[in-house]
């Protein structure tokens, strides 16, 4: 097994995001192996959504640094776009998929 096989996929150090004085993220660490499922939960307004829009550069963090696929986001080399190519989100909406029923 070579050292890229066992580097994360995703790797959070040290993360910060603030709004003015509200602070949103404080000091998110988080390591994901491919493969690994991962349950992100909490009560409303506790980080998640913001969590996952700062892995996709939707939201730019304030400290720290995201690492996905080997790549840091924040490195200018990087052209976030391909990125995203690799990575799925899907937005937090109640009628997400107003043409789908329970």
Same mark, same amino acid.
């Given at each position: 097994?070579?050292a $890229?096989?066992?580097?994360? #996929?995703?790797? *959070?150090a040290?993360v910060?995001?603030?709004? &003015?004085? /509200? %602070?949103? !993220?404080?000091?998110i =660490? !988080?390591? *994901? $192996?491919? &493969?690994? +499922?991962v @349950?992100i939960?909490?009560?409303? &307004?506790?980080g998640?959504? %913001?969590?996952? +829009?700062? *892995?996709?550069? /939707?939201? %730019?963090?304030?400290?720290?640094r995201?690492v996905?696929? &080997?790549?840091? /986001?924040?490195?200018?080399a990087?052209?976030i =776009?391909? #990125? +995203? $190519?690799? !990575?799925g989100? @899907?937005? $937090?909406s109640f009628n /997400?998929?107003?043409?789908? %029923?329970?």
């Amino acid at each position: 097994m070579n050292a $890229q096989a066992s580097s994360p #996929i995703i790797s *959070i150090a040290g993360v910060w995001k603030f709004f &003015g004085s /509200l %602070t949103a !993220l404080r000091d998110i =660490n !988080l390591d *994901i $192996q491919q &493969g690994e +499922r991962v @349950v992100i939960i909490g009560p409303s &307004g506790s980080g998640k959504s %913001t969590m996952l +829009r700062s *892995i996709n550069s /939707l939201e %730019t963090i304030d400290r720290g640094r995201i690492v996905v696929d &080997g790549k840091d /986001l924040h490195d200018p080399a990087n052209n976030i =776009n391909v #990125i +995203r $190519q690799e !990575l799925g989100m @899907v937005f $937090q909406s109640f009628n /997400l998929f107003p043409h789908k %029923t329970v």
